[in-house]
Protein backbone atom coordinates (compact mmCIF):
# COMPACT_ATOMS: atom_id res chain seq x y z
CA UNK A 1 0.00 0.00 0.00
CA UNK A 2 1.16 3.61 -1.21
CA UNK A 3 0.77 5.91 1.92
CA UNK A 4 1.80 9.29 1.14
CA UNK A 5 3.92 11.26 4.13
CA UNK A 6 2.08 14.71 4.12
CA UNK A 7 5.71 16.61 4.18
CA UNK A 8 8.55 18.05 1.81
CA UNK A 9 10.99 17.57 4.71
CA UNK A 10 13.57 15.03 3.89
CA UNK A 11 14.97 14.19 7.62
CA UNK A 12 11.31 13.52 8.50
CA UNK A 13 10.95 10.98 5.68
CA UNK A 14 13.92 9.37 6.32
CA UNK A 15 13.34 8.97 9.60
CA UNK A 16 9.94 7.60 8.87
CA UNK A 17 11.37 5.60 6.70
CA UNK A 18 13.40 3.48 8.87
CA UNK A 19 10.68 3.13 11.43
CA UNK A 20 8.31 1.67 9.02
CA UNK A 21 10.67 -0.28 7.64
CA UNK A 22 9.57 -3.81 8.31
CA UNK A 23 6.03 -2.79 7.30
CA UNK A 24 4.28 -3.73 3.71
CA UNK A 25 3.78 -0.68 3.05
CA UNK A 26 5.28 2.10 0.26
CA UNK A 27 6.41 5.35 1.90
CA UNK A 28 6.19 8.49 -0.53
CA UNK A 29 6.09 11.96 -0.05
CA UNK A 30 4.86 15.21 -1.55
CA UNK A 31 7.64 15.33 -3.70
CA UNK A 32 6.15 12.94 -5.35
CA UNK A 33 3.26 14.69 -6.01
CA UNK A 34 4.35 18.44 -6.75
CA UNK A 35 1.06 19.08 -7.68
CA UNK A 36 0.11 19.26 -4.16
CA UNK A 37 -0.16 22.68 -2.50
CA UNK A 38 1.79 22.99 1.39
CA UNK A 39 -0.72 22.71 3.97
CA UNK A 40 -0.81 25.51 6.76
CA UNK A 41 -0.44 24.72 10.11
CA UNK A 42 -3.21 27.46 11.54
CA UNK A 43 -5.08 24.43 14.30
CA UNK A 44 -4.08 25.25 18.17
CA UNK A 45 -3.61 21.81 18.46
CA UNK A 46 -1.16 19.09 17.43
CA UNK A 47 -3.91 17.15 16.43
CA UNK A 48 -5.31 19.97 14.57
CA UNK A 49 -2.98 20.79 12.43
CA UNK A 50 -1.90 17.00 11.95
CA UNK A 51 -5.37 15.76 10.71
CA UNK A 52 -5.54 19.07 8.26
CA UNK A 53 -2.31 17.97 6.69
CA UNK A 54 -3.20 13.85 6.10
CA UNK A 55 -6.82 14.98 5.28
CA UNK A 56 -5.70 17.55 2.42
CA UNK A 57 -2.84 16.05 1.25
CA UNK A 58 -5.05 12.15 1.21
CA UNK A 59 -7.92 14.44 -0.79
CA UNK A 60 -4.89 15.97 -3.12
CA UNK A 61 -3.31 12.79 -3.87
CA UNK A 62 -6.21 10.01 -3.92
CA UNK A 63 -4.25 7.82 -1.73
CA UNK A 64 -3.98 7.39 2.35
CA UNK A 65 -1.68 10.07 3.95
CA UNK A 66 0.39 10.40 7.11
CA UNK A 67 0.60 13.61 8.69
CA UNK A 68 2.49 14.64 12.02
CA UNK A 69 2.55 17.45 14.29
CA UNK A 70 5.14 17.82 16.55
CA UNK A 71 6.93 19.43 19.45
CA UNK A 72 8.16 20.34 22.31
CA UNK A 73 7.01 21.51 25.67
CA UNK A 74 9.28 22.71 28.43
CA UNK A 75 7.34 22.95 31.88
CA UNK A 76 9.11 26.46 32.92
CA UNK A 77 7.50 27.90 29.73
CA UNK A 78 4.33 27.10 30.87
CA UNK A 79 4.53 24.52 27.82
CA UNK A 80 5.76 26.73 25.63
CA UNK A 81 6.98 26.58 22.34
CA UNK A 82 4.16 23.83 21.52
CA UNK A 83 2.60 24.03 18.61
CA UNK A 84 4.75 26.60 17.51
CA UNK A 85 7.97 25.01 17.82
CA UNK A 86 8.79 24.91 13.94
CA UNK A 87 8.50 28.68 14.05
CA UNK A 88 9.63 29.56 17.70
CA UNK A 89 12.15 31.99 17.22
CA UNK A 90 10.27 35.18 15.28
CA UNK A 91 12.95 35.63 12.69
CA UNK A 92 13.34 31.59 12.18
CA UNK A 93 11.77 30.46 8.83
CA UNK A 94 10.22 26.92 9.22
CA UNK A 95 13.47 24.31 9.57
CA UNK A 96 15.76 26.95 11.41
CA UNK A 97 16.54 24.99 13.72
CA UNK A 98 19.87 26.88 15.19
CA UNK A 99 17.92 29.84 15.70
CA UNK A 100 14.76 27.95 17.55
CA UNK A 101 16.67 26.27 19.89
CA UNK A 102 18.77 29.67 20.82
CA UNK A 103 15.80 31.14 21.48
CA UNK A 104 14.58 28.49 24.03
CA UNK A 105 18.26 28.35 25.87
CA UNK A 106 18.09 32.45 25.86
CA UNK A 107 14.56 32.09 27.54
CA UNK A 108 15.65 29.66 30.01
CA UNK A 109 19.08 31.30 31.09
CA UNK A 110 17.57 31.75 34.81
CA UNK A 111 16.14 28.74 35.01
CA UNK A 112 18.28 26.14 36.82
CA UNK A 113 19.20 22.51 35.02
CA UNK A 114 16.78 20.48 37.99
CA UNK A 115 13.66 22.55 36.44
CA UNK A 116 14.27 22.08 32.84
CA UNK A 117 11.75 19.41 32.41
CA UNK A 118 10.70 19.26 28.86
CA UNK A 119 8.59 16.35 26.70
CA UNK A 120 8.21 16.14 23.14
CA UNK A 121 5.05 15.15 21.87
CA UNK A 122 3.48 14.30 18.55
CA UNK A 123 0.56 13.36 17.33
CA UNK A 124 0.44 10.93 13.87
CA UNK A 125 -3.18 11.29 11.49
CA UNK A 126 -3.87 8.74 9.01
CA UNK A 127 -6.08 10.13 6.54
CA UNK A 128 -8.16 8.03 3.83
CA UNK A 129 -9.12 9.75 0.47
CA UNK A 130 -12.69 9.43 1.64
CA UNK A 131 -12.70 11.52 4.65
CA UNK A 132 -11.90 8.49 7.15
CA UNK A 133 -9.04 9.46 9.90
CA UNK A 134 -7.14 7.73 12.86
CA UNK A 135 -4.87 9.57 15.39
CA UNK A 136 -1.83 8.47 17.35
CA UNK A 137 -0.28 9.79 19.74
CA UNK A 138 4.03 9.53 21.17
CA UNK A 139 5.23 11.17 23.79
CA UNK A 140 9.50 11.63 25.22
CA UNK A 141 9.78 12.97 28.33
CA UNK A 142 13.35 14.47 29.39
CA UNK A 143 15.22 17.81 29.83
CA UNK A 144 16.91 20.48 28.49
CA UNK A 145 20.61 21.24 28.52
CA UNK A 146 22.13 24.14 29.41
CA UNK A 147 23.83 24.05 26.14
CA UNK A 148 23.66 22.33 22.40
CA UNK A 149 25.31 18.86 22.36
CA UNK A 150 25.85 16.93 19.24
CA UNK A 151 24.74 16.90 15.14
CA UNK A 152 22.27 14.33 14.61
CA UNK A 153 18.84 14.24 14.20
CA UNK A 154 16.94 17.98 13.77
CA UNK A 155 14.59 20.68 15.48
CA UNK A 156 15.85 20.64 19.53
CA UNK A 157 17.22 17.15 19.36
CA UNK A 158 20.81 19.00 20.50
CA UNK A 159 18.89 19.93 23.66
CA UNK A 160 17.01 17.41 24.39
CA UNK A 161 18.09 14.60 27.14
CA UNK A 162 15.17 11.92 27.56
CA UNK A 163 14.41 10.58 30.66
CA UNK A 164 17.40 8.20 31.71
CA UNK A 165 19.98 9.14 29.39
CA UNK A 166 23.23 11.71 29.71
CA UNK A 167 22.75 11.85 25.93
CA UNK A 168 20.82 14.66 24.05
CA UNK A 169 19.06 12.99 21.09
CA UNK A 170 21.84 14.24 18.75
CA UNK A 171 24.45 12.45 20.32
CA UNK A 172 22.60 9.15 19.49
CA UNK A 173 22.64 7.03 16.35
CA UNK A 174 19.24 7.08 14.87
CA UNK A 175 18.01 3.44 16.14
CA UNK A 176 18.78 4.23 19.57
CA UNK A 177 16.64 7.46 19.36
CA UNK A 178 13.98 6.06 16.91
CA UNK A 179 13.20 3.48 20.13
CA UNK A 180 13.03 6.61 22.65
CA UNK A 181 11.44 9.23 20.30
CA UNK A 182 8.06 10.07 20.36
CA UNK A 183 7.69 9.85 16.67
CA UNK A 184 8.62 6.74 17.03
CA UNK A 185 6.17 5.89 19.94
CA UNK A 186 3.76 7.07 17.90
CA UNK A 187 4.63 5.27 14.61
CA UNK A 188 4.77 1.93 16.89
CA UNK A 189 0.93 2.55 17.40
CA UNK A 190 0.44 3.33 13.80
CA UNK A 191 2.45 -0.08 12.66
CA UNK A 192 -0.10 -1.99 15.18
CA UNK A 193 -2.76 -0.72 13.90
CA UNK A 194 -1.63 -1.36 10.00
CA UNK A 195 -0.83 -4.99 10.94
CA UNK A 196 -3.88 -5.92 12.52
CA UNK A 197 -5.94 -4.20 9.41
CA UNK A 198 -4.02 -6.18 7.14
Known amino acids: MDI???TRNKKKVEEIRRITAGLC?????????????????????????????????????GKPSLADD???EVEALGGAPGVHSARYAADAASGNDPKNYEKLLADLVL????????RFVCCMALAYPDGESL???GYAKGSITL???????????????????????????G????RLSH????????????????
Open 4 to 6: VLA
Open 25 to 61: INILSLDDHPHCPEVVEDRDTFEGNALKKALETASCT
Open 70 to 72: SGL
Open 111 to 118: VPRENRAA
Open 135 to 137: TFF
Open 147 to 173: APRGKQGFGYDPVFIPEGYKVTFAEME
Open 175 to 178: QDKD
Open 183 to 198: RGKALEKLADYLRSAA
